[in-house]
């Protein structure tokens, strides 16, 4: 009879056993996200499902966060923020998150920095309140090989490519402003399936193109071409643009407004761009040729536009 009662409760707690064991094998309740992380062979950013019930912004950045520091069971792939730097801080203002790194990011080759990089921005992007994402170094804006800031970034910049986010490119129509002969009016330039890596954000691209100066006849340079992009960040549909000094040296014959406005008006052309401040080095009491005060905020002038002949 005690053999008989012995089994029987190895039944039932075998029984209890296996209900638990699928009990944890079923979704759970909530939403759904993916947390990204970098394959073995660093050639490309495989997700990972995880449900949350977390409804609080904050809150969710900061499990998904967790999530982005936890080293994988299998050890299949890599978590990006147990990957040999870490997270000093970040902040929040108006959809955009800017994230500050210790110096050991640095560290990290191209390959697997853009990697790493994008990692992060398509896992915190999920969060409701985010958009945008920027990263920093010690407090200083995280540049490419070229000295170049990164600036700012969404998801859609990071694009599978064959698997391979570093070879990763996009196609987008530009309407850009130049010069026109006198340097006196704009003439508009509009380009077609330019492309462009995705590694950099639509405000920088814009600005590199015009101090690369334009590609139409009849249409001449506005910006000296040795300017250097320092930042462009986006705030509450302000978009600003800090430029080393070499932007305040104007090789060309054009008028200062031109040169203010062809910037204006083709980053005001971007759906996220309603004004610009221009800044030198990060500082905005400047004056550009002695006639136009940096510390103003452009906006759209369409009274330059040269008229056809």
């Keep these: ?113 853009v990697l790493m990089r994008a990692a992060i921005v398509r896992t915190v992007t999920q969060v409701s309140e985010i958009n945008y994402v920027s990263f920093m170094v010690q407090g200083e804006p995280l540049t490419d090989s070229s000295g170049n800031a990164i600036g700012t970034m969404s998801a859609d910049l990071f694009i599978n490519n064959a698997g391979n986010e570093i070879n990763a490119y996009e196609k987008v129509n530009l309407h850009l402003y130049f010069a026109n002969e006198d340097g006196n009016g704009l003439v508009e330039e509009n380009r077609r399936n330019v492309v462009y890596s995705s590694n950099i954000s639509l405000e920088k691209l814009v600005v590199e193109k015009l101090i690369e100066g334009p590609m139409a006849e009849g249409a001449y340079p506005t910006v000296n071409p040795e300017t250097k992009v320092i930042s462009v960040t986006i705030k509450d549909g302000i978009c600003y643009v800090n430029l080393n000094e070499a932007f305040l040296n104007q090789p060309y014959n054009v008028s200062a407004d031109v040169t203010i406005y062809s910037l204006t008006n083709s980053l005001v052309e971007l759906s996220n761009v309603n004004k610009v401040q221009i800044s030198i080095n990060g500082e905005s009491n400047v004056s550009y040729r002695e006639n136009v005060a940096l510390s103003s905020v452009f906006e759209r002038n369409l009274d330059l536009l040269a008229t056809p002949e």
């Design 1 to 113: 009879m005690n053999r008989i009662r012995t089994a029987v409760w190895l039944i039932i707690v075998s029984a209890l056993l296996c209900a638990a064991c699928g009990s944890e094998s079923q979704p759970e309740s909530g939403k759904v996200y993916n947390i990204y992380y970098v394959d073995n062979d660093e050639t490309k950013t495989l997700a990972r499902e995880y449900v949350s019930e977390t409804e609080e912004s904050e809150k969710l950045l900061e499990e998904l966060l967790g999530q982005l520091e936890e080293i994988p069971s299998k050890f299949e792939y890599k978590a990006p923020l147990a990957s040999g730097f870490g997270l000093i801080g970040y902040t929040i203002d108006n959809g955009q998150i800017t994230m500050n790194f210790d110096e050991h990011y640095k560290e990290m080759d191209r390959v697997r920095e």
